[in-house]
């Protein structure tokens, strides 16, 4: 009795479903959920089904629309869609994220990786993440599969295209070198112009004073240059004035 009734009793786990087989009906159409439960021995046999989420690495070498080779890898995070559980069991068995996900992922990478030059790929990734979401978790449904997150890990160029996009580098850093030494060549031009026009402009002024004044205007320069002259040396501990008259030493006797 202990052994018959041991062998009739099955448990479901939490994050799990039953999937009901019996030997008249075949699979049954609903998922036995958490818990203790009965079956007819020998007549039904329970098979366990993981439903919690579960992460997945797929990596797939393709090429872009400009024919240039890119490994792309994808992080998914997928589980089955509860109730069609039983189904998924029918048609792909308990390994059903083994036998669906690397096949649709490379279809799917493929497809979108051909859609873009490899320049696209890399300015505009956000848009091509997208895409791949998209469409994987579309093919995905497909099969009875939930994917909750879907995100470009890794993506690498061939030799030849990272040597093409680092020559291109150096390039438009030479380009920008080159265009700041034009730059600063233009303005010591224009600054030297400024210079020229404002040295003209000067003596055109003390052309014209002179021809209206005569000498009094030099003489007025002239005072007012020995003025600076005077004052920038009265402020110099290193100068000695002597007076003009050879009498420097008689003016010294006690």
């Known amino acids: 009795g202990a052994s018959v009734l041991q062998t009739s009793l099955y448990n479901v786990d939490g994050g799990e479903r039953a999937v009901i087989f019996d030997r008249f009906r075949g699979v049954l159409p609903e998922p036995v959920g958490e818990g203790t439960h009965f079956r007819l021995p020998w007549v039904q046999t329970p098979h366990i089904m993981d439903i919690r989420t579960r992460p997945r690495t797929i990596s797939s070498v393709t090429g872009t629309k400009d024919l240039q080779m890119v490994n792309m890898s994808l992080r998914i995070l997928s589980k089955p869609d509860e109730p069609r559980v039983p189904s998924i069991f029918k048609s792909l068995g308990l390994d059903w994220d083994e036998r669906v996900l690397p096949s649709i992922g490379n279809e799917v990478v493929k497809s979108v990786v051909a859609q873009y030059n490899a320049e696209q790929l890399l300015t505009q990734r956000d848009r091509v993440s997208r895409s791949v979401r998209e469409s994987l978790m579309s093919r995905a449904a497909d099969f009875g599969i939930i994917l909750e997150?879907?995100?470009?890990?890794?993506?690498?160029?061939?030799?030849?295209?990272?040597?093409?996009?680092?020559?291109?580098?150096?390039?438009?850093?030479?380009?920008?070198?080159?265009?700041?030494?034009?730059?600063?060549?233009?303005?010591?031009?224009?600054?030297?112009?400024?210079?020229?026009?404002?040295?003209?402009?000067?003596?055109?002024?003390?052309?014209?004073?002179?021809?209206?004044?005569?000498?009094?205007?030099?003489?007025?320069?002239?005072?007012?240059?020995?003025?600076?002259?005077?004052?920038?040396?009265?402020?110099?501990?290193?100068?000695?004035?002597?007076?003009?008259?050879?009498?420097?030493?008689?003016?010294?006797?006690?």
Request: aromatic share 4%.
């Open 149 to 254: 997150d879907v995100a470009i890990t890794h993506l690498s160029f061939g030799a030849e295209f990272t040597k093409a996009v680092e020559s291109k580098q150096v390039a438009e850093q030479d380009a920008e070198r080159a265009k700041f030494v034009v730059m600063l060549a233009e303005q010591e031009r224009n600054a030297q112009i400024i210079r020229a026009e404002g040295e003209s402009d000067a003596a055109r002024l003390v052309s014209e004073a002179t021809r209206a004044y005569g000498s009094s205007v030099i003489e007025l320069r002239r005072i007012e240059a020995c003025k600076d002259i005077a004052t920038t040396m009265s402020k110099s501990r290193n100068v000695v004035y002597l007076p003009h008259t050879s009498n420097m030493l008689l003016n010294m006797a006690p």
